[in-house]
């Protein structure tokens, strides 16, 4: 059957007429109950079962349901002694019994089987099963009956029977469909009230058994409690018969204490249903233990305190071990309907304290099960006010009813909470205590997944921010400003990156990235990019080159993950930037002659992953004071508005006049939060990574620039020209070591040169930065010289002098280059 049809289904005709009319009695029929548990072993066998299968109870508790239950899902032969009919070839429901055993089914199933009972030949049944979900170890709970049963003396009338078939329907669709939720934990005996109706409400909001007698014609499966049980209402009826026959008056008080013991089944089952609802609506931990407190006052308690160990307040790893008197629990809440304030002062929330061996909550926490008070002694409430230094708790606990619940996931004990009633209400008893205990089962799970989803969002974040650099404010030509802003819904911690390298001649590659995704996973990668990107950037690499290689290796990473990436490198001597995309965003740049920005027209690329595409690289000039701003989509892009309302409201604020660069960035983020708030889109979700640079420029009188033929006494020249412009512009400090230094690597490179002149440059910028470049495409690495050793000085030299020192290979060979801090004015 299917049930999305049945939902549209008109309910029954009932006892109105028709087919069901003469078969409303037949779902009054022996029910078999059989329940399942994770090991596919049986732990519950009903006396119907034994009936219907011919298996006692002891011979069945521990065996393979497999081996004991219909399994076959063939459909029996038309057989004209029983009502299937012409239409008995539609009764198959799909899957067999076996693969609900086998726990391939998360639905519920139902079907018709022919099973081999001993001593009675072949016996036909129809059966439901019902996967279940919870704490406990029960997975799937089977209703059968025997389809002979179905067959009435004074059914004479078959021909308006077109078949028998099992199946689900809304319990609301039927009058007195309730008493199935009524009656189903008296054949559960071996349950706990808790567990039964957690299974009664599984059943319910699965789908009502039904029997179909025909396309339209339904009747609720009504199940027979068994002879006790009709002996019972025989009983009361020939009390009632006897009382009407003396004149007494009739007596109802045996239904009334039935129905008040239903009635409270079904309050409580409302009331976990209720709170099931009410909890767990987000992954958020301070939200959820909110929700937590909140739904049991005031319906089933006065007073809830909720206390959490350290480890699950903090978001870390799972705590471990059982706890003890040393054990720090976080009271995280307190709601309560006494007057405001109350409580506030004495019991404030976040608070942390141990408790003792001797009260209700050490042996809550210690066993793992619920504790009652029924009512909190003058004795008791002085042992729990001991806790409490110079704050008397007695007088709003004491003459209360206490109920004390552990709050557990994994069989740990994460926290508990304290249950208080009025003095004036009624005490807690066994069936709350039960309740209780299922509520906090409920509670524990939602907690821990909060609890595991903040602590995989802490790790995400710790992880991002040891990722993120900590770029200086200041780089060779230009100054920098970043901002990144983690997202604000589930998963917020994201793939987004930036990042600044410095680079050989001065100059400074700038790269914004964006792995897709979020989540530990994302921020990993983008870790493992961030640095390869950073890596071929030291080796000075063309931007479409080093775009290549980083998706190179994004494949050999493996396919699961995408990203987009803007690397530019900005040359302040040339007054250029050289640029390559790769799926990003483009960037904005902002003329400093005019304020006009404009989104720099670059070749998309295709993102980070997808191999085998090519990259371009564009060069675009620049003047000292423009503005370069790079970004990723999360600041542009909202769910719902187009891309292009957003990077226009980019370009509109970055050309805003600022006084710093800090604020710069600030309003470019107000100006699009505003942008999509007006629109009606609500706040951004994403995480964002934002990068202004604004481009400085060396001026030209600040560089120089020479060179030398191979001749070993052009030492001596690059020394003296060396000094002379150190001179010239002031810093005559550092004419001894930067001569001394040059006269070093000007010798190497006429002794390692091949056929080009040596390239000496001086740049003075933030640092003063000199060049030694020559043919020879060998990297010098740095020795360790003896006293005797010809080679093997000169970089000990620079490395002992130089502030900063490295090498690197050019188009025609390679540069030697080393900095000196400016001395201050």
């Not at 339904?218 to 020939?238: I, K, L, M, N």
């Not at 709601?335 to 942390?352: L, N, Q, S, Y």
């Not at 509520?439 to 921010?465: K, S």
């Not at 483009?586 to 404009?598: H, K, M, Q, T, Y």
Request: proline share 7%; hydrophobic share 40%.
């Amino acid at each position: 059957m299917d049930r999305g049809t049945e939902r549209d289904t008109p309910p029954s005709r009932g006892a109105g007429g028709g087919a069901a009319a003469g078969s409303a009695d037949a779902g009054r029929v022996p029910l078999a109950v059989v329940v399942v548990d994770r090991d596919g072993l049986v732990s519950h066998w009903s006396t119907g079962a034994r009936r219907l299968f011919g298996v006692a109870k002891d011979e069945a508790i521990g065996q393979a349901a497999i081996d004991l239950l219909p399994v076959s899902g063939a459909l029996p032969e038309v057989d004209d002694d029983l009502p299937y009919g012409d239409h008995a070839a539609y009764d198959g429901l799909g899957p067999g019994l076996e693969t609900s055993l086998d726990g391939g089914l998360s639905y519920p199933a139902a079907g018709r089987a022919r099973l081999t009972v001993p001593e009675r030949d072949r016996v036909d049944v129809l059966w439901w099963a019902y996967p279940l979900v919870g704490p406990g170890r029960e997975r799937l709970l089977v209703l059968a009956a025997d389809a002979e049963a179905l067959r009435r003396p004074e059914q004479d009338d078959r021909r308006v029977v077109e078949r028998i078939a099992p199946g689900f329907a809304l319990h609301t669709d039927f009058p007195g469909a309730e008493e199935l939720a009524r009656g189903l934990p008296e054949i559960l005996p071996s349950m706990s009230v808790g567990e039964s109706s957690r299974i009664v409400a599984q059943v319910l909001e699965l789908g009502y058994p039904v029997l179909e007698f025909s396309q339209n014609d339904r009747v609720p499966v009504t199940p027979d409690w068994g002879v006790a049980r009709r002996v019972e209402r025989r009983a009361r009826r020939e009390r009632t018969s006897r009382a009407a026959a003396d004149g007494s008056p009739r007596s109802d008080l045996d239904d009334e204490g039935e129905d008040l013991e239903y009635a409270a089944v079904r309050e409580r089952l409302e009331f976990l249903n209720e709170v099931s609802g009410k909890i767990g609506t987000s992954l958020d931990l301070s939200r959820t233990i909110i929700e937590v407190s909140k739904a049991v006052v005031p319906r089933f308690t006065d007073v809830a305190g909720t206390y959490l160990r350290e480890q699950v307040v903090a978001g870390e790893g799972f705590p471990e071990g059982v706890p003890d008197t040393t054990t720090m629990w976080h009271r995280v809440a307190v709601e309560h309907t006494d007057e405001p304030g109350r409580w506030d002062d004495v019991v404030p929330v976040g608070e942390a304290m141990p408790f003792p061996a001797h009260t209700p909550f050490f042996q809550c926490m210690t066993t793992g099960e619920p504790v009652l008070v029924p009512r909190i002694s003058e004795q008791l409430g002085h042992a729990i006010a001991s806790q409490f230094d110079k704050r008397d708790i007695r007088p709003l606990i004491t003459g209360r009813s206490m109920l004390v619940v552990p709050l557990k996931a994994r069989d740990v004990v994460l926290g508990f909470m304290i249950l208080l009633r009025h003095p004036e209400r009624a005490e807690f008893n066994d069936m709350d205590r039960v309740t209780g205990a299922e509520l906090a089962a409920r509670a524990g799970l939602v907690l821990d997944n909060a609890r595991m989803y903040t602590y995989q969002e802490n790790v995400a974040e710790t992880l991002q921010d040891s990722m993120l650099p900590h770029i200086p404010p200041r780089m060779a030509g230009c100054d920098i400003a970043t901002r990144y802003l983690p997202g604000t819904l589930l998963g917020r911690v994201g793939g987004d990156w930036f990042d600044c390298v410095k680079l050989p001649g001065a100059r400074t590659a700038l790269v914004v990235g964006d792995v897709m995704g979020h989540g530990l996973n994302s921020a990993a990668m983008m870790g493992q990019l961030r640095t390869a990107v950073q890596t071929m950037a030291a080796l000075d690499l063309p931007p479409a080159q080093l775009l290549r290689n980083l998706d190179d290796l994004a494949q050999r990473l493996g396919d699961t993950y995408l990203a987009t990436c803007l690397y530019a490198v900005y040359d302040p001597i040339a007054s250029e930037l050289r640029l390559a995309n790769a799926g990003h965003i483009p960037p904005v740049l902002v003329r400093a002659g005019d304020g006009r920005s404009e989104l720099l027209d670059l070749p998309t690329g295709a993102p980070i992953g997808v191999g085998g595409v090519p990259f371009q690289a564009v060069r675009v000039r620049v003047e000292p004071g423009d503005r370069l701003v790079m970004c990723t989509d999360g600041l542009v892009e909202v769910r719902g508005e187009d891309i292009g309302v957003g990077l226009a409201t980019l370009c509109e604020s970055a050309a805003h006049p600022a006084a710093s660069m800090d604020d710069a960035c600030d309003t470019i983020i107000r100006a699009l939060a505003a942008t999509f708030s007006e629109a009606g889109r609500g706040g951004r979700k994403d995480d964002v990574a934002l990068l202004m640079a604004r481009l400085g420029g060396i001026a030209p009188d600040d560089v120089a620039e020479w060179t030398f033929p191979l001749d070993p006494a052009q030492a001596g020249r690059a020394r003296a020209v060396v000094r002379e412009q150190l001179h010239d512009w002031g810093l005559p400090k550092l004419a001894d070591p930067a001569e001394l230094m040059v006269s070093e690597l000007v010798t190497n490179a006429v002794r390692h040169s091949h056929s080009r002149p040596v390239a000496l440059r001086l740049v003075r910028g933030d640092t003063l930065l000199c060049e030694v470049d020559d043919d020879d495409h060998e990297l010098p690495t740095l020795l360790s010289a003896g006293p005797g050793d010809e080679y093997g000085r000169g970089l000990r030299v620079v490395s002992t002098l130089a502030r900063e020192w490295g090498t690197s290979r050019t188009g025609g060979g390679k540069s030697v280059w080393f900095e000196l801090t400016l001395p201050r004015r």
